[in-house]
């Protein structure tokens, strides 16, 4: 007989969708990416279901995001696609130039 863990009683304590090892998996929708009902346990180095019971659960902490930290992300990204968008200028321009 196998021996279950006694969190399996409480609900949602020791689930892999709240253990710091477990990365849910996403599929891309038309304006969104949804989540999977299950991912990728890095104890086991296996697929697993969001609701499964683990001897390793470790607690996954959520920590707030600062507004600053926001807007150096956003930052970063606009950067890339000012670079994006003056390399595919460019790339126009010769094209243009190459009709010619």
């Known amino acids: 007989m196998e ?3 006694k969190l399996e ?6 689930r892999c969708f709240k ?6 998996y ?4 038309v304006k969104k990416f949804n989540e ?3 991912g990728w ?8 279901k969001l609701m499964d019971n683990c001897p390793n659960y470790r607690f ?14 956003l930052s970063n990204l606009l ?5 994006i968008e003056q390399i595919l200028k460019e790339d126009i321009k010769e094209r243009m130039e190459f009709k010619k």
């Not at 950067?79 to 670079?83: A, D, F, I, K, N």
């Open 3 to 5: 021996n279950k863990p």
């Open 9 to 14: 009683n409480e609900p949602n304590l020791g």
């Open 19 to 24: 253990c710091i090892h477990f990365n849910k």
């Open 26 to 29: 996403y599929t891309r929708g």
């Open 36 to 38: 999977c009902k299950f």
């Open 41 to 48: 346990c890095g104890i086991y180095h296996d697929h697993k």
């Open 60 to 73: 996954r902490r959520k920590l707030p995001i600062h507004q600053t930290n926001i807007m150096f992300e």
């Open 79 to 83: 950067t890339e696609l000012e670079q």
